[in-house]
Nanobody, 124 residues
Framework: QAQLVESGGGLVQAGASLRLSCTVSGRTISSYSMGWFRQAPGKEREFVGSISRLGVTTSYSDSVKGRSTISRDNAKNSVYLQMHGLNPEDTAVYYC?????????????????WGQGTQVTVSS
């Protein structure tokens, strides 16, 4: 079973940029398409975006589209979420997740493995 560990979260000011990383161990990341989700206090877990196994296809939620980029480096067993123009509504715990399929989108049940999350807090 693979393990996923997110990093790169923290406290930033509105308008800042942030890059989150997710490293996979126990299995090669190229086995998985990968997704990012987030969960704010009192809210349901929300899809942020996803990337196919080879990185050819990406998908983003409307809330981050145009200011976020998901990428992956299979040689480093890692996937990344770059976000620009952060605002307080982006405050949440961010999770990466892995799906044993060529491409995956926003359905939570399609994912097989989840990380523990990293907190992102955006101050106004």
């Amino acid at each position: 079973q693979a393990q996923l560990v997110e990093s790169g979260g923290g406290l930033v000011q509105a308008g800042a940029s942030l890059r989150l990383s997710c490293t996979v161990s126990g299995r090669t990341i190229s086995s998985y398409s990968m997704g990012w989700f987030r969960q704010a206090p009192g809210k349901e877990r929300e899809f942020v975006g996803s990337i196919s196994r080879l990185g050819v296809t990406t998908s983003y939620s409307d809330s981050v589209k145009g200011r976020s980029t998901i990428s992956r480096d299979n040689a480093k067993n890692s996937v990344y979420l770059q976000m620009h123009g952060l605002n307080p509504e982006d405050t949440a715990v961010y999770y990466c997740a892995a799906a044993n399929r060529v491409m995956v989108w926003g359905r939570i049940n399609d994912y097989d493995v989840w990380g523990q999350g990293t907190q992102v807090t955006v101050s106004s």
